[in-house]
């Protein structure tokens, strides 16, 4: 009876396993689909996980930006995701110093096809090599959304660029202006932490 018993034990716990791993295999398979969904959904664990877990993050990056007419900043450590920058208090942080930043959005020699054919009157393309990536972030014209092109070589290689403007993540309602790299030190006085 003993062994009985210990056989159905293991038993359920196989069951148990394989229904767990038919499941986990389901969701792989479709996140497979999209590889630029899954490293969106990667970063988003990572950005959410081991930066605030031990607390260093390599570099960070701020955007200035116009909600209607009040100025706002919005802060993002990967590049794809972007939250809207406030102080420890929970309001809009709306002035950074100039000697926060340690550098700023590059030019381009050229403005992509992708970039010119949708770009804001008024408005110029950001640019930022952000880890692996060289991103070109824009204030897209019709549609009052923001574009991306990122890729892994020259900017000014317009076969080379992809567009992932479906992938980023910014507040609602934001006009981008200025891209910044500052420092996380700096960034977590801003936000009070």
């Not at 200035?64 to 942080?93: F, H, M, N």
């Not at 991306?148 to 609602?172: D, H, M």
Request: charged letters at 20%; a positive charge; glycine letters at 8%.
């Amino acid at each position: 009876m003993k062994h009985f018993n210990r056989f159905l034990t293991l038993m359920a716990a196989a069951a148990l396993l394989t229904l767990a791993s038919s499941s986990c295999s389901t969701s792989q398979t479709a996140a497979a689909g999209d590889p630029q969904q899954r490293e969106v959904k990667q970063k988003t664990k990572s950005s959410q996980g081991l930066w605030h877990l031990f607390g260093k993050r390599q570099k960070a990056y701020v955007f200035s930006c116009r909600k209607g007419e009040a100025l706002r900043y919005c802060y993002s450590y990967d590049g794809l995701i972007w939250s809207e920058l406030t102080d420890a208090q929970g309001l809009p942080v709306t002035e950074i110093e100039a000697s926060a930043f340690i550098k700023s959005s590059q030019t381009l020699k050229k403005v992509p096809q992708q970039v010119a054919g949708t770009l804001e009157e008024g408005t110029v393309p950001q640019v930022m090599k952000i880890g692996k990536y060289s991103y070109i972030y824009w204030n897209k014209a019709i549609v009052r959304r923001i574009g991306c092109l990122r890729t892994s070589g020259s900017v000014n290689n317009e076969q080379k660029l992809e567009e992932i403007g479906n992938y980023i993540k910014f507040p609602a309602g934001i006009r981008l202006e200025e891209l910044h790299e500052i420092r996380p030190k700096t960034l977590q006085q801003i936000q009070g932490i």
